[in-house]
């Protein structure tokens, strides 16, 4: 059974600094490209950070850029978002999204609160 579970996510003052993770089981993950997606309240869902199956080639939408990184480790099958710097209109629900040629799949989102 396909699996991505996010995790870290929370309430985080302006300024502040996350983690997010996605476990992925089910599949062979090494074989996917990873993305991170966010949706907030009321707006389309968007591409927030995508990395490559080998890790060697990333891509972040602007309004990110200099203060988030996604990084993955294939041993542990797992998809990371380091967040910094944070303001409060990165407030969402992020996803992490596991896709290749065949396939793609969800997870069920994290939700991120950025406010004082």
């Known amino acids: 059974q396909v699996r991505l579970v996010e995790s870290g996510g929370g309430l985080v003052q302006p300024g502040g600094s996350l983690r997010l993770s996605c476990a992925a089981s089910g599949f062979t993950f090494s074989n996917y490209a990873m993305n991170w997606y966010r949706q907030a309240p009321g707006k389309e869902r968007e591409l927030v950070a995508a990395m490559s199956s080998t890790g060697g080639s990333t891509h972040y939408a602007d309004s990110v850029k200099g203060r988030f990184t996604i990084s993955r480790d294939n041993a542990k099958n797992t998809v990371y978002l380091q967040m910094n710097s944070l303001k409060s209109e990165d407030t969402a629900v992020y996803y992490c999204?596991?896709?290749?040629?065949?396939?793609?799949?969800w997870g069920q989102g994290t939700q991120v609160t950025v406010s004082s």
């Open positions: 999204r596991a896709r290749n040629y065949d396939y793609d799949y």
